[in-house]
């Protein structure tokens, strides 16, 4: 664990005044800040609105824990993705 690499590099440079790791980023050494990180909804109320009255598509599809994740962050039944293949670009060049 990382924790473990963080606190013998701070022991040893407590304790002897060098680095054991001259390269290692160690989290102590940074601030903690009431910045959080998540997920928002980017797409229209119409576009939510619209995938979600699609009947059986969640029986359709099967999703990743990742897609899972970000469908119920979107609020929607299926998340939108990034187009990857050549058949996905080709498609939604014709949309």
Not at 43 to 72: G, H, K, P, W
Request: hydrophobic share 40%; net charge negative; glycine share 6%.
């Amino acid at each position: 664990d990382t924790w473990l690499v963080d606190a013998l590099q701070n022991s040893v440079e407590m304790n002897h005044g060098i680095l054991l790791y001259p390269g290692w980023t160690n989290a102590s050494d940074f601030l903690e800040t009431t910045e959080t990180f998540g997920t928002g909804v980017l797409q229209t109320n119409e576009l939510t609105n619209a995938v979600n009255s699609l009947d059986n598509i969640t029986e359709m599809c099967i999703l990743t824990a990742d897609q899972r994740f970000l469908a119920r962050a979107m609020g929607v039944k299926l998340p939108f993705t990034p187009s990857f293949t050549v058949h996905e670009k080709k498609l939604f060049a014709t949309m």
